[in-house]
């Protein structure tokens, strides 16, 4: 595989390197997220956190100035003694309040983390398939788990984190200026250049997070197709080069890691050469102020505790920046999935069909996928309530897209649609799509039991609904025949079935969930000859009082529609009955000849 078919392969128009400016609109919607629990855990939380930054600023104090300045140079051991315990009782209260700072934190963190998934997961269920069409399942996979995932660190400990290591560094800098305004001045003047330093290297940082992410979303895309194609890759012998194509990918994606990493390092380093250059002027200059007794032993004590816990918040700060970071390259691509609209939208003053009848009609319609080739031109036709059409063609002359249209999975781009006399775009999806069911070539069988699968097309039906659906399509005897019967429980996709087995399974769901409108699209492609026969029958039933779309190949399964379309290339080229349609001898005769020639051969 060539460089540029294997970069083509994972190209997605939705996983690039966003270029947005970092701002903090985006990071206060990320943060409405905590709102709902801003009353019952939040201020609980900060009160926590306010005893503990409390405690460790008082400390310092008690230790240079009431202990050494003032007991031990009083020689008062009984003062020592109580200020012993005074400090012990302190980080007694601290422990107690950090450890309930923390179990309220990551309360609140595991909660915001679960509306946020669940958020993005609704969404998602309520777009278009035009979102579907230009993303992979890998892709999507990435910002429901992975970038979702990425937030928690800023949520259970990230906020929190933020605002008392910047209450403790506002209590040191008004104590040490307290304690020695030149020695604080001299030692803080370093601060200027990290920030200069830290500056410089944000949009990098944020860069490199936006970069892992991509290529996370590349691996996740890749792993999700090979899983899914295995049998086709061992079938060609393409194993070697999935392993190929894995590494490569592989290797990206580790290299992004390496580089993120690599630039926040650099960070750290700034920070512990500021805190030994802060150390060297607190004894260069602190002594010679002690020497002249400018400045207490006791409080030069207190200023080089007050110093050491001065940088460990401000590596701590690059290290929520980073989070910042992170959750911002995260929350890019989440809130760009949450902004997504569907393409096809709801009108709020939409409309529900109670009784609909199944009256279909395309007036002059036309739609293309990419907006440049077409694939309806101009169409024009009608199903009567109760009626069976097929749709005829060769492959991409239409006949898809005109289910998809009808199910309203894509509006059409000139023309109406309409239902029962109702444009399409004016009635409510739920209402339309509850109406509609399909039956397709590849069934899809959901992880769970039989029983499960076929009540999905109503989830409120009882077993014994649910029995008499797969009765009445000829399922129940196979049913029967499994290890548990309707309490078999099969995998995703259903492999333990056959596809006749699954394609059972989908007829009786369609039943089940009693449509006004049934979509075939080649349902019986692939069930034996003698399965048909044995679902005549059933199908007879599913169809009764039903309008009914068929897709077929095989156009024996169609003789008896009330209505044949022929399509070509997006136009109605034909149309009657088929006893009509082989007196004209056209396009329809011919493919019915071949078919029977091939057949006979």
Known sequence: MSEGKRRARFHYASDQVIEKPFNWAQMMRLLTYMKPYAASLLPKTVVAMLIV???????????????????????????????????????????????????????????????????????IQRLSHRFFDQR??????????????????LFTNGVINLLMDIVILLGIIVILFSLSPELAILILIVLPIMFFISTKLRRNIRRSWQTVRLRQSKLNSHLNESIQGIRVTQAFSQEKENMRFFRDINEENFQSWKDATRMNALFRPFVEMASAIGAVVLIWYGVSLIQSEVLTVGVFVSFAFYLGMFWEPISRL??????????????????????EKPSVPEKENAVTLHEMRGH???????????DKRKALNDISFEIKAGQTIALVGHTGSGKSTIVNLISRFYDPTAGVIKIDGVDLRDIQLNSLRTNVSFVLQDTFIFAGTIMENIRFGRPTATDEEVKAAAEAIGANDFIERLPNGYDTEVEEKGNVLSVGERQLLSFARALLADP??????????SIDTETELKIQAGLKKLLHDRTAIMIAHRLSTIRDAD???????????????????????????????AQYEASAG
């Open 53 to 123: 930054t409390a405690v460790r600023l008082f400390v310092p104090i008690i230790i240079g100035v009431l202990a050494i300045d003032h007991a031990i140079a009083a020689g008062d051991l009984n003062v020592m003694y109580q200020l012993a315990a005074l400090v012990l009782g302190l980080y007694s209260i601290s422990y107690v309040a950090n450890v309930f700072r923390i179990r309220w934190m990551n309360e609140i963190g595991q909660h915001v983390i679960y509306d946020i998934r669940a958020d993005l997961f609704n969404h």
């Open 136 to 153: 992979s399942a890998g892709s999507i996979l990435v910002r429901v788990v992975n970038d979702v995932n990425s937030l928690q660190d």
């Open 318 to 339: 690059g290290q929520v920046y980073n989070q910042l970071l992170v959750g911002m390259a995260s929350s890019e691509r989440i809130f760009e999935f949450l902004d």
């Open 360 to 370: 279909v009609t395309f007036e002059q319609v036309e739609f293309s996928y990419d």
């Open 516 to 525: 006004k409108i049934l979509i075939l699209d080649e349902a019986t492609a």
């Open 563 to 593: 209505q044949i379309i022929v399509l070509e290339q997006g136009d109605i080229i034909e149309q009657g009955t088929h006893s009509e349609l082989m007196d004209a001898r056209g396009t329809y005769y011919g493919l019915v000849k």
